[in-house]
């Protein structure tokens, strides 16, 4: 008897431990990402901070991830945003024109992790604005995925 109940609760932290490492709710988590807003225009964004963090689709095979700067970088400087998928680098993005919106294509790496989702990171060169601490607005992320 108590076999069997060691092996149920092992196949029950095993089952546990699967769930966690690819859970379902991924696609909803955030960091770093303030709540939308729209501008006069009717664009809606969100500003980051420094670094913030979101997921797509494992099946994505490229995003348009829209960016505009709003303030330049120090003494006038782009601001430049550096890309990651899943921890790796995939681009530096230069925000030349502070008001201008950039609709970089990004295509992601292919790479099978059996995953749901993967993280994308942004990481702002710039972050302070004033007393506020603010990165890049981002607008709505289009994604290309595989057939």
Request: net charge neutral; no cysteine; charged share 20%.
């Amino acid at each position: 008897m108590s076999r069997l109940r060691v092996a149920a609760g092992v196949a029950a932290v095993l089952l546990v431990a699967a769930y966690l490492h690819d859970p379902p709710w991924a696609g909803r988590i955030t960091s770093g990402l303030l709540d939308w807003e729209d501008d006069a225009s009717g664009t809606i964004y969100r500003w980051t901070l420094g670094r913030a963090s979101f997921f797509v689709p494992g099946d994505a095979t490229a995003m348009t991830l829209p960016m505009r700067a709003v303030f330049p970088g120090p003494n006038g400087a782009p601001v430049t945003v550096r890309v990651s998928v899943d921890g790796r680098w995939l681009a530096d993005v230069t925000l030349d024109h502070p008001d201008e919106w950039v609709r970089p294509v990004l295509p992601l790496p292919a790479k099978s992790t059996g995953r749901r989702f993967r993280r994308v990171d942004l990481h702002v060169s710039r972050t302070a604005v004033g007393d506020d601490i603010l990165g890049v607005q981002t607008g709505q992320i289009a994604l290309d995925r595989a057939p």
